[in-house]
Protein backbone atom coordinates (compact mmCIF):
# COMPACT_ATOMS: atom_id res chain seq x y z
CA UNK A 1 0.00 0.00 0.00
CA UNK A 2 1.24 3.39 -0.62
CA UNK A 3 0.49 5.84 1.95
CA UNK A 4 0.03 8.83 -1.08
CA UNK A 5 -3.16 7.55 -2.45
CA UNK A 6 -4.54 6.74 0.94
CA UNK A 7 -3.84 10.35 1.77
CA UNK A 8 -5.92 10.90 -1.38
CA UNK A 9 -8.92 9.74 -0.65
CA UNK A 10 -8.57 11.41 2.58
CA UNK A 11 -8.02 15.08 1.42
CA UNK A 12 -10.91 14.06 -1.32
CA UNK A 13 -13.37 13.61 1.30
CA UNK A 14 -12.43 16.08 4.21
CA UNK A 15 -13.28 18.74 1.20
CA UNK A 16 -16.01 16.99 0.77
CA UNK A 17 -17.15 17.14 4.61
CA UNK A 18 -16.40 20.63 4.16
CA UNK A 19 -18.45 21.80 1.78
CA UNK A 20 -21.46 19.59 2.35
CA UNK A 21 -24.44 20.56 5.11
CA UNK A 22 -25.74 16.84 5.13
CA UNK A 23 -22.12 15.74 6.30
CA UNK A 24 -21.85 18.93 8.71
CA UNK A 25 -25.23 17.97 10.59
CA UNK A 26 -24.41 14.19 10.94
CA UNK A 27 -21.43 15.08 12.90
CA UNK A 28 -22.76 18.23 14.88
CA UNK A 29 -26.74 18.40 14.48
CA UNK A 30 -28.16 14.86 15.54
CA UNK A 31 -25.70 14.61 18.22
CA UNK A 32 -26.38 17.97 19.56
CA UNK A 33 -30.33 17.15 19.19
CA UNK A 34 -29.61 13.76 21.47
CA UNK A 35 -27.82 15.18 24.30
CA UNK A 36 -30.78 18.10 24.04
CA UNK A 37 -33.44 15.31 24.28
CA UNK A 38 -32.09 12.63 26.21
CA UNK A 39 -30.25 14.93 28.38
CA UNK A 40 -33.21 16.93 29.75
CA UNK A 41 -35.30 13.93 29.72
CA UNK A 42 -32.38 12.22 32.77
CA UNK A 43 -32.01 16.04 34.35
CA UNK A 44 -35.24 15.70 34.69
CA UNK A 45 -35.94 11.92 35.97
CA UNK A 46 -33.04 12.52 38.42
CA UNK A 47 -34.32 15.59 39.85
CA UNK A 48 -37.55 13.90 40.42
CA UNK A 49 -35.80 10.73 41.96
CA UNK A 50 -34.20 13.54 44.78
CA UNK A 51 -30.45 12.81 42.90
CA UNK A 52 -30.55 9.19 44.12
CA UNK A 53 -28.95 7.87 41.40
CA UNK A 54 -26.68 9.65 39.10
CA UNK A 55 -28.79 9.18 35.85
CA UNK A 56 -27.86 11.83 34.25
CA UNK A 57 -23.97 10.84 33.83
CA UNK A 58 -24.80 7.67 32.94
CA UNK A 59 -27.73 8.57 29.97
CA UNK A 60 -25.03 11.45 28.72
CA UNK A 61 -21.74 8.98 28.94
CA UNK A 62 -24.13 6.33 26.64
CA UNK A 63 -25.03 8.99 23.92
CA UNK A 64 -21.07 10.50 23.87
CA UNK A 65 -19.48 7.20 23.76
CA UNK A 66 -22.24 5.57 21.28
CA UNK A 67 -21.29 8.09 18.92
CA UNK A 68 -17.63 6.36 18.73
CA UNK A 69 -19.58 3.13 17.26
CA UNK A 70 -21.51 5.15 15.13
CA UNK A 71 -19.35 7.34 13.10
CA UNK A 72 -16.45 4.20 12.70
CA UNK A 73 -19.36 2.37 11.10
CA UNK A 74 -21.03 5.00 9.28
CA UNK A 75 -17.85 6.72 7.40
CA UNK A 76 -17.28 3.28 6.04
CA UNK A 77 -20.81 2.35 4.69
CA UNK A 78 -20.97 6.15 3.23
CA UNK A 79 -17.88 6.02 1.87
CA UNK A 80 -19.37 3.41 -0.51
CA UNK A 81 -22.36 5.25 -0.97
CA UNK A 82 -20.90 7.99 -2.09
CA UNK A 83 -19.21 6.77 -4.62
CA UNK A 84 -22.04 4.81 -5.75
CA UNK A 85 -24.24 8.13 -5.96
CA UNK A 86 -21.69 10.14 -7.68
CA UNK A 87 -21.34 7.29 -10.38
CA UNK A 88 -17.49 7.30 -9.46
CA UNK A 89 -16.45 3.96 -8.37
CA UNK A 90 -15.39 2.93 -11.95
CA UNK A 91 -12.96 6.04 -11.79
CA UNK A 92 -11.57 5.44 -8.72
CA UNK A 93 -10.64 1.96 -9.55
CA UNK A 94 -9.07 2.23 -13.37
CA UNK A 95 -6.15 4.28 -10.93
CA UNK A 96 -3.59 2.34 -9.08
CA UNK A 97 -5.17 2.74 -6.31
CA UNK A 98 -5.63 -0.43 -4.25
CA UNK A 99 -8.72 -1.72 -2.57
CA UNK A 100 -7.06 -1.91 1.02
CA UNK A 101 -5.73 1.59 0.57
CA UNK A 102 -9.28 2.52 0.15
CA UNK A 103 -10.57 1.03 2.97
CA UNK A 104 -7.64 1.93 5.22
CA UNK A 105 -8.41 5.83 4.10
CA UNK A 106 -11.74 5.28 5.60
CA UNK A 107 -10.83 3.81 8.62
CA UNK A 108 -8.87 7.05 9.19
CA UNK A 109 -12.03 9.01 8.52
CA UNK A 110 -14.00 7.12 11.06
CA UNK A 111 -11.53 7.82 13.55
CA UNK A 112 -10.86 11.56 12.76
CA UNK A 113 -14.89 12.03 12.68
CA UNK A 114 -15.45 9.95 15.23
CA UNK A 115 -13.29 11.78 17.47
CA UNK A 116 -14.67 15.31 16.57
CA UNK A 117 -18.14 14.28 17.27
CA UNK A 118 -17.27 13.21 20.51
CA UNK A 119 -14.95 16.25 21.71
CA UNK A 120 -17.97 18.32 20.80
CA UNK A 121 -20.65 16.30 22.32
CA UNK A 122 -18.03 15.88 25.10
CA UNK A 123 -17.89 19.45 25.15
CA UNK A 124 -22.06 20.10 24.66
CA UNK A 125 -22.08 17.63 27.87
CA UNK A 126 -20.04 19.83 30.31
CA UNK A 127 -21.57 23.10 29.00
CA UNK A 128 -25.55 22.39 29.28
CA UNK A 129 -25.21 19.84 32.40
CA UNK A 130 -22.17 19.76 33.73
CA UNK A 131 -21.49 16.53 33.46
CA UNK A 132 -17.76 15.19 32.37
CA UNK A 133 -17.67 11.86 30.76
CA UNK A 134 -13.80 12.56 31.70
CA UNK A 135 -13.92 11.83 34.98
CA UNK A 136 -11.74 8.98 35.14
CA UNK A 137 -10.03 10.07 32.11
CA UNK A 138 -7.66 6.99 30.84
CA UNK A 139 -9.21 4.43 32.28
CA UNK A 140 -12.04 4.33 29.63
CA UNK A 141 -9.89 4.59 26.61
CA UNK A 142 -9.60 0.90 26.23
CA UNK A 143 -13.70 0.77 25.75
CA UNK A 144 -13.48 3.56 23.32
CA UNK A 145 -11.24 1.57 21.03
CA UNK A 146 -13.35 -1.53 21.02
CA UNK A 147 -16.23 0.84 20.25
CA UNK A 148 -13.99 1.71 17.52
CA UNK A 149 -13.47 -1.45 16.29
CA UNK A 150 -17.08 -2.57 16.80
CA UNK A 151 -17.92 0.01 14.42
CA UNK A 152 -15.60 -1.12 11.89
CA UNK A 153 -16.76 -4.41 11.81
CA UNK A 154 -19.98 -3.76 11.81
CA UNK A 155 -19.44 -0.81 9.00
CA UNK A 156 -17.29 -3.92 7.16
CA UNK A 157 -20.34 -5.94 7.19
CA UNK A 158 -22.90 -3.52 6.29
CA UNK A 159 -20.82 -2.70 3.22
CA UNK A 160 -20.32 -6.44 1.95
CA UNK A 161 -24.21 -6.18 1.51
CA UNK A 162 -24.08 -3.17 -0.29
CA UNK A 163 -21.76 -4.40 -2.43
CA UNK A 164 -23.81 -7.35 -3.26
CA UNK A 165 -27.10 -5.62 -3.53
CA UNK A 166 -25.80 -2.22 -4.41
CA UNK A 167 -27.56 1.37 -3.64
CA UNK A 168 -31.25 -0.45 -3.30
CA UNK A 169 -30.60 -1.65 0.24
CA UNK A 170 -28.63 1.88 1.41
CA UNK A 171 -31.09 2.38 4.16
CA UNK A 172 -28.92 -0.42 5.79
CA UNK A 173 -25.98 2.12 6.50
CA UNK A 174 -28.71 3.94 8.81
CA UNK A 175 -30.69 1.45 9.99
CA UNK A 176 -28.78 -1.75 10.88
CA UNK A 177 -26.38 -0.30 13.13
CA UNK A 178 -29.47 0.34 15.45
CA UNK A 179 -30.76 -2.92 15.23
CA UNK A 180 -27.28 -3.88 17.81
CA UNK A 181 -28.29 -0.74 20.43
CA UNK A 182 -31.35 -2.75 22.02
CA UNK A 183 -29.20 -5.45 22.85
CA UNK A 184 -25.87 -3.27 23.87
CA UNK A 185 -27.42 -2.19 27.02
CA UNK A 186 -26.09 1.47 26.19
CA UNK A 187 -28.17 3.12 28.99
CA UNK A 188 -29.36 -0.09 31.07
CA UNK A 189 -27.91 -3.05 32.13
CA UNK A 190 -28.12 -6.12 30.33
CA UNK A 191 -29.75 -7.75 33.18
CA UNK A 192 -32.56 -5.55 33.15
CA UNK A 193 -33.43 -7.27 29.27
CA UNK A 194 -35.71 -10.43 28.49
CA UNK A 195 -33.30 -13.52 28.99
CA UNK A 196 -34.00 -14.26 25.26
CA UNK A 197 -32.21 -10.53 24.56
CA UNK A 198 -29.82 -11.11 27.48
CA UNK A 199 -28.69 -14.15 25.38
CA UNK A 200 -28.23 -11.85 22.26
CA UNK A 201 -26.17 -9.42 24.11
CA UNK A 202 -23.69 -11.88 25.54
CA UNK A 203 -22.70 -12.18 21.98
CA UNK A 204 -22.00 -8.43 21.40
CA UNK A 205 -19.03 -7.07 22.20
CA UNK A 206 -21.27 -3.49 22.79
CA UNK A 207 -22.63 -4.69 26.19
CA UNK A 208 -19.74 -5.79 27.65
CA UNK A 209 -17.84 -2.38 26.47
CA UNK A 210 -21.21 -0.57 28.09
CA UNK A 211 -21.31 -2.66 30.98
CA UNK A 212 -17.84 -1.77 31.71
CA UNK A 213 -18.12 2.25 31.25
CA UNK A 214 -20.95 2.08 33.99
CA UNK A 215 -18.66 -0.09 36.60
CA UNK A 216 -16.07 2.24 36.06
CA UNK A 217 -18.30 5.24 36.32
CA UNK A 218 -20.28 4.20 39.34
CA UNK A 219 -17.52 2.64 41.34
CA UNK A 220 -13.79 3.49 39.31
CA UNK A 221 -13.43 -0.22 38.99
CA UNK A 222 -11.86 -1.35 35.58
CA UNK A 223 -13.51 -4.94 34.51
CA UNK A 224 -10.53 -6.74 33.06
CA UNK A 225 -12.71 -9.72 32.31
CA UNK A 226 -15.56 -7.13 30.61
CA UNK A 227 -12.95 -6.19 28.33
CA UNK A 228 -10.76 -9.21 27.21
CA UNK A 229 -14.37 -10.64 26.12
CA UNK A 230 -15.03 -7.99 24.16
CA UNK A 231 -11.81 -7.57 22.93
CA UNK A 232 -11.78 -11.53 21.87
CA UNK A 233 -15.18 -10.72 20.24
CA UNK A 234 -14.30 -8.03 18.32
CA UNK A 235 -11.37 -9.82 16.74
CA UNK A 236 -12.86 -12.83 15.67
CA UNK A 237 -16.19 -10.78 14.13
CA UNK A 238 -13.86 -8.36 12.31
CA UNK A 239 -11.48 -10.83 10.42
CA UNK A 240 -14.82 -12.36 9.76
CA UNK A 241 -15.91 -9.07 8.40
CA UNK A 242 -12.96 -8.46 6.92
CA UNK A 243 -12.77 -11.77 5.00
CA UNK A 244 -16.56 -11.11 3.35
CA UNK A 245 -15.96 -7.80 2.18
CA UNK A 246 -13.36 -9.03 -0.03
CA UNK A 247 -14.90 -11.61 -1.34
CA UNK A 248 -17.92 -9.11 -1.74
CA UNK A 249 -15.55 -6.39 -3.47
CA UNK A 250 -13.76 -9.14 -5.97
CA UNK A 251 -17.33 -10.54 -7.37
CA UNK A 252 -18.19 -7.06 -7.80
CA UNK A 253 -14.94 -7.18 -9.74
CA UNK A 254 -15.96 -9.93 -11.81
CA UNK A 255 -19.74 -8.89 -12.44
CA UNK A 256 -19.01 -5.60 -13.59
CA UNK A 257 -19.19 -2.38 -11.17
CA UNK A 258 -21.52 -0.72 -13.26
CA UNK A 259 -24.12 -3.36 -11.85
CA UNK A 260 -23.84 -1.54 -8.15
CA UNK A 261 -25.68 1.45 -9.43
Known amino acids: ?13 L ?45 ISGIVFWLIFWRAQ ?48 SGVAILLYQTNVFTYGFTLIPYMLLLLLSGWWVGFLITSILMRFGSKVQTLAWSMPWVFAPFSAIYYPVSSLPQWAQNVAHFLPTSYVFEGMREVLKTGHFNTQNFLFALLLNCIYLALALITIRFSFARVLKNGITKLY
Not at 26 to 39: I, R, V
Request: charged fraction near 15%.
Open 74 to 121: YEICMGLLDELWNKNMINLFITPLKFWEWVTAWLFMGVAKGAMSFLFA
Open 1 to 13: MKLHRIYAIILRN
Open 15 to 59: YSFKHSYDKMSDAFYWPLLDLLLWGLTSSYINQSSGGQTNILLLV
